[in-house]
T-cell receptor
């Protein structure tokens, strides 16, 4: 099992809908979870951090963490064309940050 | 300057050249990283420095040589590169190992 798994996509979502991005991880001891957004040809940008079970909301973004099931998700409400990007899930393990391969999200105008 | 800066932003070099990439972080962080990202491929961690000491070297060829003179600066020295080394090279920093990382804008390297 890969340490951090994401569906590579592309995930196509109509403009205005909710985009749901999922990530699973293998190390039960992980305590910190991050979502990054990366536009094509640009560097990753940290958009959300979550450390406790449950939901964390920041504007149109909501991160959800379920440690028992070892998954973390990112919801994007009212999706906009500018949300089209690759979203990277990252998880800490033994003082390291492990990145997933990313999910490509395409918002359809 | 704020955040993490990288220079140059673009670099074209021949296989016999020697060049260096520079990264500087203005966040007061203690850990710095070099990543390679080839076209449409995931991030590959190359080197990790924590408190100026190299703590990770992920089987990177010796034609890549990192240097971390202090906690704010990180260099990647390049020599006799191959065309397959063409990629986006990203620098990142964090408050410590395992903390969220902040990336610089990257250096787009083309080896001819």
């Amino acid at each position: 099992q890969k340490e951090v798994e994401q569906n590579s996509g592309p995930l196509s979502v109509p403009e205005g809908a909710i985009a749901s991005l999922n990530c699973t991880y293998s190390d039960r001891g992980s305590q910190s979870f991050f979502w990054y957004r990366q536009y094509s040809g640009k560097s990753p940008e940290l958009i959300m951090s979550i450390y406790s079970n449950g939901d964390k909301e920041d504007g149109r973004f909501t991160a959800q963490l379920n440690k028992a099931s070892q998954y973390v998700s990112l919801l994007i409400r009212d999706s906009q064309p500018s949300d089209s990007a690759t979203y990277l899930c990252a998880v800490n393990r033994d003082d390291k940050i492990i990145f997933g391969k990313g999910t490509r999200l395409h918002i359809l105008p | 300057e704020t955040g993490v800066t990288q220079t140059p932003r673009h670099l074209v070099m021949g296989m016999t050249n020697k060049k260096s990439l520079k990264c500087e972080q203005h966040l007061g962080h203690n850990a710095m990283y070099w990543y390679k990202q080839s076209a449409k491929k995931p991030l590959e961690l190359m080197f990790v420095y924590s408190l100026e000491e190299r703590v990770e070297n992920n089987s990177v060829p010796s034609r890549f040589s990192p240097e971390c003179p202090n906690s704010s600066h990180l260099f990647l020295h390049l020599h006799t590169l191959q065309p397959e080394d063409s990629a986006l090279y990203l620098c990142a920093s964090s408050a410590g190992s395992g903390y969220e990382q902040y990336f610089g804008p990257g250096t787009r390297l083309t080896v001819t």
